[in-house]
């Protein structure tokens, strides 16, 4: 099973907008709406920030927004603050009843 | 609120058998969620190992699935893992998390280092 293909890294100024894109295939990201996107700062826990393509999980900021157009998910933050220096991996639900994560993207605020 | 600790060896020689353990507090592994695994090797990525959900049904990585047990302690609220013949590939920051497509809740981690 593939990993998903993220950018290596993304940047952007702070209150500027930005979009990271996850790739797969059919068998994954374009068959089933089951995409999650997860933020970890350095040394920390991954934190679920998008489920299911768009849904946000109580108590992240509407800043962050996800969506899918066919094999390509993406998230897009908004208002880009310091604070959202981080890496980010994106997941999606596989034909095989498995998961797989991308490869991960390095977001850096200028 | 609801919190997972792994516990686990820390260190192991090649050839082992890996077993964590998750301790979930303030929720039921009997009540209704998926209960997962994922771990992340030092410097890389995230990779999931698999899931399992209170009626014992388990879900696991392709990858790993030949290694790989999954089970439920409902009387300790307890879930586990064993992975098989280990290998320096397998040292990583192990994780357990409640879900499966989407994983909300983590535990911080265990660090498991295999190495001769």
């Known amino acids: 099973q593939s990993a998903l293909t993220q950018p290596a890294s993304v940047s952007g100024s702070p209150g500027q907008s930005i979009t990271i894109s996850c790739t797969g295939s059919?068998?994954?990201?374009?068959?089933?709406?089951?995409v999650s996107w997860y933020r970890q700062h350095p040394g920390k826990v991954p934190q679920l920030m998008i489920y299911?393509?768009?849904k946000r999980p109580s108590g992240i900021s509407n800043r962050f927004s996800g969506s899918k157009s066919g094999n390509t998910a993406s998230l897009t933050i908004s208002g880009l603050q310091a604070e959202d220096e981080a890496d980010y991996y994106c997941?999606?639900?596989?034909?095989?009843?498995?998961?797989?994560f991308g490869g991960g993207t390095k977001l850096t605020v200028l | 609120q609801v919190q997972l600790q792994e516990s686990g060896p820390g260190r192991m020689k090649p050839a082992e058998t890996l077993s964590l353990t998750c301790t979930v507090s303030?929720?039921?592994?009997?009540?209704?969620?998926?209960w997962g695994w994922i771990r992340q090797p030092p410097g890389k990525g995230l990779e999931w190992i698999g899931s399992i959900f209170q009626t014992g049904s388990t879900y696991y990585s392709p990858s790993l699935k030949s290694r790989v047990t999954f089970s439920l302690d409902t009387s300790k609220n307890q879930f586990s893992l064993k992975l098989t013949s280990v290998t320096a590939a397998d040292t990583a920051v192990y994780y357990c998390?409640?879900?499966?497509?989407?994983?909300?809740?983590w535990g911080k981690g265990t660090t498991v280092t295999v190495s001769s």
């Open positions: 998390a409640r879900g499966y497509s989407s994983l909300d809740v």
């Open positions: 303030g929720s039921s592994v009997s009540s209704g969620f998926y």
């Open positions: 059919s068998g994954d990201v374009g068959g089933y709406n089951f």
């Open positions: 299911d393509v768009s």
């Open positions: 997941s999606s639900y596989t034909s095989s009843s498995s998961v797989v």
